[in-house]
């Protein structure tokens, strides 16, 4: 059995859980949020908690028990208090600007590059380098992040380029120059 699928998900203030036919809707302060549960699992829908047991004992059950809590749990996190993700912009020259829903990037290339923010995902830019990413559904929030991660993802020798907040690059000595 799952350790973390075990564990009881607890419902917070003002939010509701609507589940039929394998689909289960999730209202909160934030936002609404849907989304499939799969068949091998089973929902059991309390006061101010849920539990989810696998309805046969196969493998197959057990192992989607703790995926499904998990997917639950983040729509319940994110319809009542959100996600965020921070990005930093490290190097000479580079920033970003935000012009309505558009992230508008100077990465060292020869143009700008123009990152169209999706729907449910919003940001905020500090000093021209850090960037916040608020929503409230975790998967397309990840998704984001690393998409404009990937415009410039940070080089080991100096550092420079995009990066998770609280990831640390590995730097690579140089050359030394000396025969």
Do not use: C, W
């Not at 209202?27 to 091998?40: A, C, R, W």
């Not at 995926?67 to 994110?78: C, P």
């Not at 012009?99 to 508008?104: L, S, T």
């Amino acid at each position: 059995m799952s350790r973390i699928g075990k564990k009881p998900i607890l419902l917070p203030e003002n939010t509701t859980i609507d589940f039929k036919d394998s689909m289960i809707t999730v209202k909160g302060e934030k936002g609404t949020l849907t989304g499939n549960v799969h068949p091998d699992v089973e929902l059991n829908i309390e006061k101010k908690q849920i539990s989810v047991t696998p309805k046969t004992d196969s493998k197959k059950g057990r192992a989607l028990q703790g995926l499904v809590r998990s997917l639950v749990a983040n729509m319940v996190t994110g319809v009542s208090k959100g996600f965020e993700r921070v990005l930093e912009i490290n190097g000479i020259g580079y920033r970003a600007d935000l012009k309505g829903n558009q992230i508008v990037f100077n990465l060292g290339y020869s143009h700008p590059i123009e990152f169209e923010l999706p729907p449910g995902i919003s940001a905020a830019i500090d000093k021209n380098n850090v960037i916040r990413l608020n929503g409230i559904d975790k998967e397309v929030l990840g998704h984001t992040a690393a998409s404009i991660r990937s415009l410039r993802p940070p080089e080991p020798y100096k550092g420079k380029g995009i990066k998770y907040a609280e990831e640390h690059i590995v730097r690579k000595a140089g050359k030394t120059g000396a025969k």
